[in-house]
């Protein structure tokens, strides 16, 4: 296994060819204007970007005031007096939950519909804020009989339910800090969650629904539960699906005997600015996974100010849809928070886009007059392969802003999405950010900027971006490089649960005072942003990201694999696709398909069926360098289908002959 770090041979190759792969994509001659009607109604215009540059901590403070409503004022803006350790809004307290719920109620806002939740079954139900406060405030009752507390950790293994939000709330409210984990992972990533977090609490749900059927989730906790030593006491089990359940006497309590039990009178108490909101484990360069800290003002502010202008949010009239699952950043930011804050209407979808047939987004679409839809390149690539007369038999007319997240989306897919989603006239925003900037970073302003398909133009006001050489030079226009913020942005995340010298690591030692993102980029010639990927050891599949390190660990921890080396390879629909070559130890058979179904069923239960390997090459020998580097590179080159061209450094140049002819067999 090897780690390219940022800046090695193999990265900037691998930048360089993505380079020259998306040359032509440079010269982009289709521009898209907003609408003169767009732009008058906008939420902000133009010169929201001079404001931000004049004060950049003025601006956001401005936001803070404007946009959140604070149990004590704060007295400073920003303290950057320790970087890379930000403090923002210091002196400040605020209650994420209060300021999400209560006070849209205070304000007469109650009757107004915060989530129309429609499940994968087809049920549907509605929270209005009066009743969303009322679920949080039980919640949070609840959740504190069960004796957590402020600064405790809890675990939050659901699917996409309001209950997820509610639990999410509720944690916020009392000033508990929870770990979402994706439904989707394995029994084994749940537990190591919850281990580095010492979660006290775990919420769950027996199981939900998945392509019609039945899907378990408790069972996977239970699993991860069943050894002694860890820090769970309690878990709280929503019932969704109705499939049976192990009961553990003591430990486990059903959502409907606790939350719906308690008491639905709770004041929420102002936290400090710099509270911890939240951790979110996300996949780094390592086999472990990071636990990215949030905090609550300064991630409370940047979410909600992009959502109202990159969105364009009027809440008294949008309905807006945010397809991510609550275990993604995108969940957290996006559905559980902004949102809200901003009083808006949102739908929520438990399911998969083709249950029960594949134009089940465009019926909710139309079924709620969905006005702003924010969604990920692979979604879209998906629905352009299905064909458009799928959205074309839906009203699709209400509308009005769409949003891309999550990975690169080709010009193709922008003008797809644009011309069959919206009807020629709905702008596209595609937002670049990370778990770990918490809020969109890049991204147009849908009343302001003339966009491009591909690009995600440039950066938001206050916020600090860059492309710069190997040396942390900042590119001309028209040259490609290292993406980088350049100054502290108020949801920036605080550091990594527990490891602060890994944060330091991983983000700020390759160029010293800023902080490198891990992706390549580059400036086209009007200074327009074009984002290039990964640059390293991170893949993103289907706009979620795996490591390629964690899934080597996971294979080689099969008795029959010697050595794996993981890439991630262009693909049509996710994007990349997770490409494994294994060798196999000396007594292990090479049985083909079974070996093979069996190594991608292992990494499923190691991590979750979304780290499936989808191609596994078994191989003879892997190309190293003379230092015993694995070449990912020249992996990359076969599993696309290049030529692999130079292999001059590798300590054994016969290899690549012998993974082509081996592949040949
Ligand atoms: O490579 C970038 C890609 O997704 C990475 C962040 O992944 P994650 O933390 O899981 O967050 C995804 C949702 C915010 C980035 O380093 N990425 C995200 N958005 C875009 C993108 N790449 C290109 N264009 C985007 N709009």
């Given at each position: ?162 209950e ?13 800090v ?23 609490l ?16 408790k069972?996977?906790?239970?699993q ?5 030593g ?16 192990d ?82 950043v ?55 392969k299905?064909g458009?007369?799928?959205?074309d ?89 290292f ?144 230092s ?38």
């Amino acid at each position: 296994m090897s780690q390219d770090t940022p800046g090695s041979t193999a990265t900037a190759a691998a930048t360089s060819q993505q380079g020259d792969a998306l040359e032509n994509l440079l010269h982009e001659d289709r521009k898209f204007a907003p609408s003169a009607d767009f732009a008058a109604n906008a939420v902000v215009g133009a010169e929201v970007y001079a404001e931000a540059d004049a004060d950049r901590p003025a601006f956001w403070a401005k936001q803070a005031r404007e946009l959140l409503t604070w149990n004590k004022d704060f007295t400073q803006a920003l303290d950057w007096s320790n970087p890379p350790f930000a403090k923002w809004f210091v002196g400040g307290q605020v209650n994420a939950a209060y300021n999400a719920l209560d006070r849209h109620v205070e304000n007469g806002l109650g009757d107004r519909v915060a989530i129309y939740f429609e499940g994968e079954p087809g049920d549907s139900r509605a929270y209005t804020y009066a009743e969303l406060t009322e679920e949080v405030k039980k919640a949070a009752n609840a959740f504190e009989s069960l004796g957590v507390a402020k600064g405790d950790r809890v675990a939050v293994y659901l699917p996409m339910i309001p209950e997820a939000v509610i639990t999410m709330l509720a944690c916020a409210r009392i000033g508990a800090v929870h770990s979402v984990v994706f439904g989707g992972f394995s029994s084994d990533a749940l537990l190591s969650r919850i281990e580095d977090a010492q979660a006290k609490l775990v919420v769950t749900a027996d199981g939900t629904y998945r392509r019609g059927k039945p899907s378990a989730l408790k069972s996977a906790v239970d699993q991860a539960l069943a050894a002694d030593g860890h820090s769970v006491q309690n878990v709280v089990v929503v019932k969704r699906n109705g499939q049976d359940v192990d009961w553990h006497e003591g430990r486990d309590h059903w959502w409907a005997d606790t939350v719906e039990a308690a008491s639905p009178e709770h004041t929420a108490v102002g936290h400090d600015s710099e509270h911890p909101l939240f951790i979110l484990y996300t996949s780094g360069t390592t086999g472990k996974p990071k636990g990215i800290l949030h905090t609550t003002g300064g991630f409370l502010t940047q979410t909600a100010y992009t959502h109202k202008a990159v969105f364009d949010l009027h809440p008294e009239t949008d309905v807006y849809w945010c397809t991510a699952d609550i275990g993604w950043v995108t969940g957290h930011s996006y559905v559980a928070y902004a949102p809200l804050i901003n009083g808006a209407t949102q739908v929520m979808y438990e399911g998969t886009p083709d249950s029960p047939h594949q134009g089940r987004w465009w019926e909710i679409v139309e079924k709620y007059k969905v006005s702003i839809l924010y969604t990920a390149p692979t979604a879209i690539r998906t629905f352009m392969k299905w064909g458009r007369d799928i959205p074309d038999k839906y009203d699709l007319s209400s509308l009005r802003v769409l949003g891309s997240v999550g990975e690169p989306i080709n010009p193709e897919a922008w003008m797809w999405y644009r011309d069959v989603i919206g009807g020629n006239k709905a702008p596209i925003v595609d937002t670049w950010w990370q778990t770990e900037t918490g809020a969109q970073m890049i991204a147009p302003l849908p009343g302001v900027t003339e966009t491009k398909p591909g690009s995600a133009q440039v950066a938001l006001p206050g916020i600090a971006v860059d492309v710069v050489d190997e040396n942390g030079a900042s590119v001309p226009n028209g040259h490609g490089g290292f993406l980088v913020i350049r100054e502290p942005w108020p949801a920036m995340l605080r550091g990594i649960w527990g490891d602060p010298e890994r944060f330091k690591e991983t983000y700020w030692s390759r160029f010293e005072t800023m902080y490198f993102a891990g992706d390549g980029a580059k400036k086209d010639e009007d200074g327009d942003i074009w984002l290039l990927g990964r640059v390293d050891d991170v893949m993103n599949i289907s706009g979620h990201r795996l490591s390629t390190t964690e899934i080597e660990s996971a294979l080689v921890s099969h008795p029959a694999v010697a050595e794996a080396a993981v890439v991630g390879a262009a693909d049509e629909t996710t994007g990349q696709a997770v490409v494994a070559f294994v060798i196999l130890r000396g007594d292990a058979v090479d049985s083909g398909d079974e070996i093979v179904q069996d190594l991608r069923n292992h990494v499923g239960k190691e991590i979750g069926p979304i780290a499936k390997p989808k191609i596994v090459l078994v191989v003879p020998e892997l190309p190293k360098t003379r230092s015993g580097k694995i070449m990912r590179r020249l992996l990359k080159d076969v599993a696309e289908g290049r030529d692999t061209g130079d292999a001059t450094t590798l300590a054994d140049n016969t290899v690549m002959a012998q993974i082509a002819a081996s592949l040949k067999k």
